[in-house]
């Protein structure tokens, strides 16, 4: 093996008003995200997307494998199969797989088996994980793979908000009909689908409380 490479880091030591300010601004404009169930059907600039989607290939990931993949569909006809297959999964979902329990903490959502935004948003992310990769023909196990494709969503969400695009995280579930559509190859799982795009005009969205700081937050 060949002898580990480092270069100079890149960080700016900021005075402490501008950290709290920027941390404050950065934290009211997160504040203002929320997962979005209805969809203007306007296309959103491409380059848009492009830049979030490299934001999110800049996430940390399990000895740097970056094990995912982003594949964006816009073309109405995928996007109509995707809404059948994901429409099915879920009627048996709501109908016969989940649990009262289930369907009891997710009633304020308002959610049912119905899916018109997969159609309606413009463009829909599908996420794969990818469990290995081949290198000289040798399969190469990746690790952290649920961490790392997770954090890079995260980093996703929050760009396409910076940019002022709504998204949902969606999770169909079981999600392989993603993998047979969108012919993804051996290797790659479905992680999560996020429609994306305009909110509908007079979009409402349910009315949820966050956990406050003291309650999500111990210092010792
Ligand atoms: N996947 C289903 C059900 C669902 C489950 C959870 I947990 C949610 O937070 C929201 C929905 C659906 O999309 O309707």
Redesign the pocket.
């Known amino acids: 093996m060949s002898d580990p490479r480092f270069v100079p880091l890149d960080f700016q030591r900021r005075p402490e008003p501008e950290m709290i300010a920027r941390a404050r601004a950065f934290d009211a404009e997160m504040q203002r995200r929320r997962s979005v169930r209805h969809f203007q059907d306007t296309p959103v600039p491409r380059e848009v997307l492009e830049l979030a989607l490299r934001t999110a290939g800049s996430a940390p990931s399990g000895a740097h494998q970056q094990p995912w993949t982003f594949v964006v569909v816009t073309d109405p006809a995928l996007k109509r199969r995707i809404r059948e297959a994901a429409e099915a999964e879920?009627r048996e979902?709501?109908e016969h797989r989940?649990s009262d329990a289930?369907l009891e903490v997710?009633h304020p959502?308002g959610?049912?088996?119905e899916?018109p935004f997969l159609e309606t948003a413009p463009a829909l992310i599908a996420v794969f994980l990818q469990t290995v990769h081949v290198e000289a023909g040798r399969k190469v196990k990746h690790y952290y793979t649920q961490e790392s494709v997770g954090i890079a969503v995260g980093f996703l969400l929050m760009a396409l908000h910076h940019a002022g695009l709504a998204s949902l995280t969606?999770?169909?579930?079981p999600m392989g009909f993603l993998e047979q559509i969108l012919e993804r190859p051996a290797n790659e799982r479905a992680f999560v689908l996020l429609p994306v795009g305009y909110p509908a005009e007079g979009c409402r969205v349910p009315d949820l409380v966050r956990k406050p700081l003291e309650e999500i937050a111990v210092w010792r």
Request: aromatic share 14%; glycine share 0%; charged share 15%.
């Open positions: 879920e979902n709501y989940m289930w997710l959502l959610t049912n088996a899916k969606h999770t169909p579930s």
